[in-house]
């Protein structure tokens, strides 16, 4: 018997966990996972025994002695790049390389854990539509569980990317258009044949693996956390969960109340988040036709809108967005100077921190940490 539960993250109706949920069936939206108290040893902050993510297992949807899912994913470097800040007119800027996981992303987290409760629900068969990196990491994740992955693509999506999910062995399916359109596509296939639906927010443990971004930063910076965390956003579940993982840490007296101004990143081609933050709106409408080189970007309407809208506003934050050229010479910028091998969205960050630097948001001395989502090989 699983010791969380589930609670949908609008209308607050509960469910058991099992590891097959999707969304909410009252109201359509994503579900969250609560813990109970006890679960976090409140006050301790030392730093938890073993490797990868998955040492902080008070925190994830794991039970006293069950295995989960790994490729070692997690305990991704916190980097600090004087030589770039100097360049963007940060004094104190960071970057967390999430390219380092083992399937080059930061999808990594969140398919491992949503495939290790998936599985242990009994799951055989999985889908999913990608914009990229999400189908790399669930058809590696799939290949370590020994279960059949079918992945819907944009025919767009860097060559690289395709060539990593055929080779663990996924099912690709390529369509013209973008991730909307092969959503469509995976939940008709699920519907058919029974396949778990993976998508972005239509099971809950994905945001539980992305969350351990925040649990490292917080541990990496001495359990505090910095003024200003920029996040390259898509379908928006690594902000959503760092958010949600801060307010478990500082109820834990893990950390203290103060929390970082989160800012949310996207191409001028894809903004929708942009949009509804810009507008004062409360959910995003639709992007037609989205287009940038940051495929990970190119989510037209995001399922989780609300819950990123809610943290960009509650932490003080906001949301900007940049140009296809601005975050490529970026990225380009932040490979030569510093060896991070940055990709697009990684670069969209960087473009974004300087800006919110030159208009006086990002105040000198602010702690500033830029999220590499991704390798910038799987694009080249």
């Known amino acids: 018997m699983h010791d969380w539960h589930l609670e ?112 242990a629900a009994g799951v055989r068969t999985f889908t999913l539509p990608t914009a990229g990196n999400a189908g790399v990491a669930a058809a590696a994740y799939g290949a370590r569980a020994g279960v059949r992955v079918r992945v819907y693509a944009p025919r767009t999506t860097p060559k690289p990317i395709l060539t990593q999910i ?28 029974g396949a778990f639906d993976l998508s972005t927010l239509r099971e809950p443990y994905r945001i539980e693996g ?61 903004a929708p988040v942009v949009r509804a933050f810009e507008t004062g709106a409360g959910e995003c409408q639709p992007w037609e036709n989205p287009w940038t080189v940051a495929s990970g970007l190119r989510v037209p309407g995001p399922l ?15 949301a900007v967005a940049v140009t296809d050229d601005q975050l490529s010479q970026t990225a380009d910028l932040c490979t030569r100077t510093e060896g991070i091998d940055c990709s697009p969205e990684g670069g969209a960050g960087l473009v974004a921190a300087r800006l919110l630097r030159e208009r006086g948001v990002i105040l000198a001395g602010d702690r500033v940490v830029v999220f590499n989502t991704g390798a910038g090989w799987l694009y080249r």
């Open 8 to 119: 949908c993250s609008l209308c607050g109706v509960r469910a058991d966990a099992d590891g097959g949920q999707t969304v909410c069936g009252a109201c359509g939206k994503p579900w969250l996972v609560r813990y109970p108290e006890r679960r976090h040893p409140v006050g301790e902050k030392q730093t938890p025994t073993g490797a990868g993510m998955w040492r902080f297992r008070s925190f994830l949807p794991l039970m006293p002695g069950e295995q989960p899912i790994t490729l070692g994913e997690g305990d991704t470097p916190l980097l600090a790049t004087p030589r770039l800040g100097a360049a963007l007119g940060i004094e104190r800027l960071w970057i967390k390389d999430e390219g380092t996981n083992p399937t080059g992303s930061f999808k990594s987290r969140g398919l491992a854990a949503a495939i290790t409760r998936a599985v």
């Open 210 to 270: 992305k969350k351990t971004m925040g649990l490292e930063l917080a541990e990496q910076f001495g359990w505090e956390l910095p003024e200003v965390v920029l996040y390259p956003t898509g379908g928006g579940t690594g902000l959503i969960g760092m958010w949600k993982v801060f307010a478990e840490l500082a109820a834990a007296r893990w950390i203290g109340p103060r929390m970082p101004r989160m800012y949310t990143v996207q191409s001028a081609g894809c």
């Open 304 to 318: 989780g809108d609300r819950l990123m809208l809610a943290a960009l506003r509650g932490s003080g934050g906001g």
């Open 166 to 193: 055929s080779a663990f062995g996924a099912d690709l399916h390529l369509l013209d258009g973008h991730i909307g359109d092969c959503g469509k596509a995976s939940r008709a296939y699920s519907a058919e044949s």
